[in-house]
């Protein structure tokens, strides 16, 4: 599976910012996706998260309630919409994929830069 990420952007504190990843290859797996964020010398931040189905989402702390992650099968797309955004949101964001809705990320796509300035 391959994951190209989009829609990374410089926007101010407060601003909203919807980030895609279109998923290609071999999309008739039913692949659990999710985001990831990862800022220089700190390591690799879990985003959000979300089945197959769509039914089952997860988030980490940090973003609960501002973030919500989505997706369009029928377009082979996952969406993070970010609201409220803030300073500590800045980073590289990452999609990626895995074989179930538990279990590791195994495919992974480039990093989109998301610039939150204050």
């Known amino acids: 599976v391959q994951l190209q990420a989009s829609g990374g952007g410089l926007v101010q504190t407060g601003g909203s910012l919807r980030l895609s990843c279109a998923a290609s290859g071999r999309t008739s797996s039913r692949y659990g996706l999710g985001w990831f964020r990862r800022v220089p010398d700190i390591s690799r931040e879990f985003v959000a998260a979300?089945?197959?189905?769509?039914?089952?989402?997860s988030y980490g702390d940090s973003v609960k309630g501002r973030f919500t992650i989505s997706r369009d099968n029928a377009k082979n797309t996952v969406y993070l919409q970010m609201n409220n955004l803030k300073p500590d949101d800045t980073a590289v964001y990452y999609c990626?994929?895995?074989?179930?809705?538990?279990?590791?990320?195994?495919?992974w796509g480039q990093g989109t830069q998301v610039t939150v300035s204050s």
């Open positions: 979300i089945s197959w189905g769509g039914d089952a989402t």
């Open positions: 990626a994929a895995r074989g179930g809705t538990t279990g590791p990320f195994e495919y």
